[in-house]
């Protein structure tokens, strides 16, 4: 058998989303060192030292503070590095400051990086930033993977449960396309035990039609921007899902995410968006060719479009 070599994660960008996202890693063992860079140096430094003394509680994993060529050895980089929504603000609207972010961070990152480690962008608006992050490093799409609508398919199955009264693990729903205002819930393909929801509910005698699915879906899309506005940001979602993330990619699961990859949706040519892939040491290759409804699918041309236009108008 192989030996597996101790991981390593590095992460660009030390703030809340850097922080939490270690703190997750560092308690489920996921990674043998995590190093931290960030312009604001003794906030990495900070940072570094408090999550260092939690290793001793639950595993010898080596946490530093570093430089861009720490990237080098490591299987993946995080990026989330950027401004973060204020109350009010829209993901889009953070789009020219951490694009130009990225501009100077991902090109430092790729000089140094190993010519098979993986990119996870999480800095919003992360399909626009996933994108970024494959032109300004030189890496084919697949190994740039965004965040993408994970985190709101999470939130959906989460709110479904909640409704139904089901472990959201038993549920299995996905929301597609931006991860913003054009997201689009699957409904078609959501199902419980294998039936589709309409048809549990209904064996179920459960009271759930159009206007509870609206509302469930508007939660769902509200949710970020609500506890932006309660307590300023959103954290342990986002650490959880670039757990999970990161461990698909180091144990080579072939595990199928929601997540941003650089390709060719609805027609729309080369442009970042989230239908479920199959996450695994090469990153996220292979795309799941979902069977969508009309409405689904116009949905993602809308939203491929709105990316699209995003994207030309930064590069311009
Ligand atoms: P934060 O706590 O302000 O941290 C951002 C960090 O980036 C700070 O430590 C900055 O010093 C650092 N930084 C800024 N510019 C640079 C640079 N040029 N080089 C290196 N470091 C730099 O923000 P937070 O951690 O809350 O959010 C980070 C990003 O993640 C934002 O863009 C958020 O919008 C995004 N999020 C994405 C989520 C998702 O679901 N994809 C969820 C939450 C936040």
């Given at each position: 058998m192989a030996t597996q070599q101790p991981v390593k994660v590095a992460i660009i960008g030390a703030g809340y989303v850097g922080a939490t996202t270690v703190y997750a890693l560092l308690l489920s063992r996921a990674a043998a060192e995590i190093v931290l860079v960030d312009i604001d140096e003794d906030r990495a430094r900070g940072e570094a030292m408090d999550l260092a003394h939690a290793a001793p509680f639950s595993h010898q994993t080596r946490v530093w503070s570093g430089q861009?060529?720490?990237?080098?050895?490591?299987t993946v980089i995080i990026l989330t590095a950027g401004a973060n929504q204020k109350?009010?603000?829209?993901?889009?609207?953070?789009a020219e400051t951490n694009y130009n972010i990225f501009r100077e961070i991902v090109p430092r990152v790729a000089r140094h990086a190993s010519s098979e480690a993986v990119l996870v962008v999480s800095a919003n608006p992360v399909d626009v930033l996933t994108h970024a992050a494959v032109t300004f490093s030189?890496?084919?799409?697949?190994?740039v993977v965004g965040s993408g609508t994970s985190l709101d398919s999470a939130r959906f199955a989460s709110e479904l449960g909640r409704r139904l009264q089901i472990?959201?693990?038993s549920i299995h729903a996905i929301i597609i396309g931006e991860?913003?205002?054009?997201e689009i819930p699957v409904w078609s393909l959501a199902t419980v035990s294998g039936m589709h929801i309409r048809d549990y509910c209904r064996q179920a005698d459960l009271d759930f039609g159009d206007e509870a699915m609206e509302r469930c879906f508007e939660e769902t899309k509200q949710a970020a921007g609500r506890i932006i506005g309660l307590k300023g940001a959103t954290g342990y979602g986002i650490a959880a899902e670039l757990l999970r993330i990161v461990q698909a990619i180091v144990r080579n699961e072939n595990t199928l995410l929601p997540v941003s990859c650089v390709g060719s949706y609805a027609g729309v040519d080369d442009v970042a968006l989230s239908v479920p892939r199959k996450v695994n040491r090469d990153g996220c290759r292979d795309a799941v060719p979902l069977l969508l409804n009309e409405e689904e699918q116009k949905g993602l041309g809308e939203s491929a479009q709105k990316l699209k236009g995003i994207i030309d108008s930064l590069q311009s």
């Amino acid at each position: 058998m192989a030996t597996q070599q101790p991981v390593k994660v590095a992460i660009i960008g030390a703030g809340y989303v850097g922080a939490t996202t270690v703190y997750a890693l560092l308690l489920s063992r996921a990674a043998a060192e995590i190093v931290l860079v960030d312009i604001d140096e003794d906030r990495a430094r900070g940072e570094a030292m408090d999550l260092a003394h939690a290793a001793p509680f639950s595993h010898q994993t080596r946490v530093w503070s570093g430089q861009y060529e720490d990237c080098a050895g490591a299987t993946v980089i995080i990026l989330t590095a950027g401004a973060n929504q204020k109350p009010g603000q829209t993901r889009t609207q953070l789009a020219e400051t951490n694009y130009n972010i990225f501009r100077e961070i991902v090109p430092r990152v790729a000089r140094h990086a190993s010519s098979e480690a993986v990119l996870v962008v999480s800095a919003n608006p992360v399909d626009v930033l996933t994108h970024a992050a494959v032109t300004f490093s030189g890496f084919p799409p697949h190994r740039v993977v965004g965040s993408g609508t994970s985190l709101d398919s999470a939130r959906f199955a989460s709110e479904l449960g909640r409704r139904l009264q089901i472990d959201a693990a038993s549920i299995h729903a996905i929301i597609i396309g931006e991860h913003g205002d054009a997201e689009i819930p699957v409904w078609s393909l959501a199902t419980v035990s294998g039936m589709h929801i309409r048809d549990y509910c209904r064996q179920a005698d459960l009271d759930f039609g159009d206007e509870a699915m609206e509302r469930c879906f508007e939660e769902t899309k509200q949710a970020a921007g609500r506890i932006i506005g309660l307590k300023g940001a959103t954290g342990y979602g986002i650490a959880a899902e670039l757990l999970r993330i990161v461990q698909a990619i180091v144990r080579n699961e072939n595990t199928l995410l929601p997540v941003s990859c650089v390709g060719s949706y609805a027609g729309v040519d080369d442009v970042a968006l989230s239908v479920p892939r199959k996450v695994n040491r090469d990153g996220c290759r292979d795309a799941v060719p979902l069977l969508l409804n009309e409405e689904e699918q116009k949905g993602l041309g809308e939203s491929a479009q709105k990316l699209k236009g995003i994207i030309d108008s930064l590069q311009s």
